[in-house]
């Protein structure tokens, strides 16, 4: 036998062993990821909630100081004193004890508490719509990790696939039946498995570091043993009659127009009252003061501050007819994106079944010399295509479902069995 037929051989057994070898690698001290309902339940503990719960309670805390009345002001003054002649020394002095009050006439409390009222009520949407966000983003991650994890045993199994099929045609090179092109085109093959193989791994440790970072977990995951992909989406809930985005447009308009009247309430005088008791040394006597002060609103009457309320107003109106129409066609688009992907996934497992029927009568057909090494490849390159296309469906079901819940506003696969 010439010596470029004994190559052929020498791979087979290095294909074994590094199919032995990437087995021994597998990590046996896999941590499993708790399932996403487990980490649905934390979400509460994370960054983006955690801050969306802090601005809420701020908010809640403005309206408390909103409803506080201004302090009083209390004021010592002392008039002919420590002057010239009759005014020399302290005995001719006027003294004057007063406290003085802002009377917040024209409703000034008033529309002070409706405006904080109306900031606390959407920060409490932000609040829901930001946990809603970051439930959608955690089932995202997740479903990443996990499709990251089926491409990298999908990897693994087509190198294995790929060196038993090496094999066996190194057998029929051996016995004379196919050229050593095929021997040559499997060692190729293998090759380039391995290195498909290696991406994948790499991708699907990348995703499991996001998936620790995205669910805050203490220990990094390394596998995941509940499946998010095969889960059904939620099918029982009727649709709210807006959605989240749209009721934080509205509030947010509602605050808006709450500010119009706080700033035309500022454009009136702003009363002050005082009362306070004065003494007089020379006398030897005492006297009740009061009075009433304003300022004349001759230059600032608030014009510039209600224009700008006013427009404040119409562009957040303009926001929230827009987000009506965009929640409209968004909802929309999501229901027909998860009817098609659910479909999807449906003739994506019919293909499965399929491929892998062709794969095991091409395998039994080859083995017999009845089919060819190239249609083997053929049917092993469908397998493995029509599997990737099983894990490319479920990702784009998990997708749907995330969009079609935030717009519902609820949580992914949320009651799903």
């Known amino acids: 036998m010439p010596p470029s037929y004994r190559r052929p051989p020498r791979f087979a057994v290095g294909c074994a062993l590094a199919a032995f070898a990437a087995v021994l690698a597998s990590p046996a001290w896999a941590d499993p990821a708790p399932s996403f309902a487990e980490l649905l339940a934390q979400l509460d503990q994370t960054p983006a909630t955690l801050e969306a719960g802090a601005l809420s309670d701020a908010a809640e805390a403005r309206v408390r100081q909103a409803r506080v009345r201004p302090n009083p002001t209390i004021a010592l003054d002392a008039e002919n004193a420590f002057g010239t002649g009759p005014f020399s020394g302290y005995a001719n002095a006027e003294t004057t004890l007063s406290i003085s009050q802002d009377l917040e006439l024209w409703g000034r409390r008033t529309a002070r508490v409706n405006v904080a009222r109306a900031e606390a009520g959407t920060a ?4 829901d719509l930001a946990i809603i966000d970051a439930a959608g983003r955690l089932a995202q991650v997740y479903a990443d990790a996990e499709a990251a994890q089926r491409r990298a045993a999908l990897a693994e199994e087509s190198l294995t696939l790929t060196i038993a099929d090496a094999r066996a045609a190194l057998v029929l090179v051996e016995e004379g039946r196919e050229p050593l092109l095929r021997g040559i085109q499997g060692e190729s093959e293998a090759a380039a498995a391995r290195a498909s193989r290696d991406e994948a791994v790499a991708e699907r440790d990348a995703a499991f570091a996001r998936l620790t970072a995205v669910a805050m977990l203490a220990a990094p995951v390394t596998t995941i043993d509940t499946s998010l992909l095969d889960l059904a989406p939620a099918a029982t809930f009727a649709p709210p009659a807006e959605a989240p985005a749209v009721r934080v447009a509205e509030a947010q308009r509602a605050a808006a127009e709450r500010r119009i009247d706080v700033e035309r309430i500022r454009s009136r005088p702003d009363i002050n009252a005082s009362v306070g008791v004065r003494r007089y040394e020379m006398e030897d006597a005492t006297a009740l003061t009061f009075g009433v002060s304003m300022p004349l609103p001759l230059f600032d009457r608030n014009r510039g501050n209600i224009d700008a309320a006013q427009a404040d ?34 003739a994506a497992d ?3 079944a399929s491929a892998e029927e062709a794969y095991r009568l091409s395998r039994i057909g080859s083995e017999a010399g009845r089919i060819s090494q190239l249609e083997l490849r053929v049917t092993r390159a469908a397998l493995i295509s029509a599997r990737t296309s099983a894990v490319d469906a479920r990702l784009a079901r998990v997708q749907a479902e995330i969009e079609l819940a935030r717009q519902d506003g609820r949580a992914p696969f949320q009651g799903a069995q």
């Open 124 to 127: 409490a949407l932000q609040r």
């Open 313 to 346: 107003f119409r562009a957040a109106d303009a926001r929230l007819l827009g987000a009506r129409q965009e929640a409209q066609a968004d909802r929309a688009a999501a229901r027909a994106r998860l009817a098609a992907s659910v479909s999807r996934v449906s």
């Open 350 to 352: 019919a293909g499965v």
